[in-house]
């Protein structure tokens, strides 16, 4: 019964949270974004090497970044 108390109101309400907090997290700069694409033009699909031209950042962020901006299968 214990189950039956939690609606699925309040999944979404965490669910949407967490959507908010992840795109927060991938607020890059113009200059950052400008970076990253020329990057990727260059090397394509290699954020590792992209990540080390932009301190701070990491493979997993820019990867995410580029891949919820740019991402063709949305």
Known sequence: MADSEHSSSDDTVVDS????????????????????????NLVGER?????????????????KYWSSTYSTSQ
């Open 17 to 40: 949270r967490e959507k908010s907090t992840e795109k927060s997290e991938l607020q890059f700069s113009e200059d950052e974004e400008a970076l990253i694409i020329r990057m990727y």
């Open 47 to 63: 954020w590792a090497l992209i990540a080390g031209r932009i301190p701070g950042r990491t493979a997993e962020e820019i990867e």
